[in-house]
């Protein structure tokens, strides 16, 4: 299966993402994590893409598609894969639906999660991240609701998006997601 997940900052993908990969044996291929990464690592991305996510806005495009092009070579994304915040743009989106119509292995299914934005505020204040300090969830609130939300409509005309309720306990929602990808795949 190759599943995008969608859903705001503080939405619980992190936690969902986990139990998918591990019931559904597929790759893990969170963007945050990997920028994450090389900014530790000190590489001249990670400098680069530090300066955006530190003030809450979106790392330039063509970055991220370089990293994901490179990732989604690896062989083991030969066994199915979630993209977990990536794509976050509709520019990101037809960059990957033309990496992979030249792979002839297009997308089974794009998960929504969905969280009111209330929840997600008090959520992400409790967690302590850098990026995390309110302004700048306030940033990525607004760049989520800006730049990511019009996949919902690019995805929903190609008949792939499946929204999930995000409320409740962390194994109602994993029922959820787990309805979704069985009937999916
Ligand atoms: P969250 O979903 O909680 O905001 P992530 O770990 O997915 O956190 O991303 C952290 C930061 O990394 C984002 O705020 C953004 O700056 C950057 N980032 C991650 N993925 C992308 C992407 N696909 N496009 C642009 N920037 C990204």
Aim: proline share 5%; net charge positive.
């Amino acid at each position: 299966m190759r599943i995008v997940f969608i859903g705001p900052p503080g939405a619980g993908k992190g936690t969902q993402a986990a139990k998918m990969i591990e019931t559904y044996q597929v790759a893990h291929l969170s963007t945050g994590d990997m920028l994450r990464a090389a900014r530790d690592a000190k590489t001249e991305v990670g400098a680069k893409a530090d300066r955006y996510m530190s003030a809450g806005e979106l790392v330039p495009d063509q970055i991220i598609i370089d990293i994901i092009a490179e990732r989604l070579a690896n062989p083991d994304c030969r066994k199915g894969y979630l993209l977990d915040g990536f794509p976050r743009t509709i520019a990101q989106a037809e960059a990957l639906d033309a990496m992979l119509a030249k792979k002839g292995a297009p997308l089974s299914v794009v998960l929504e999660l969905r969280v009111p934005e209330e929840a997600l505020f008090t959520r992400l204040s409790g967690r302590g991240r850098a990026d995390d300090a309110p302004d700048v969830i306030r940033r990525r609130l607004v760049a989520y609701r800006k730049q990511t939300e019009p996949l919902l409509a690019y995805y929903n005309q190609k008949g792939l998006l499946q929204t999930i309720d995000g409320l409740g306990t962390v194994e109602e929602i994993f029922d959820r997601v787990k309805t979704v990808l069985d009937r999916v795949g």
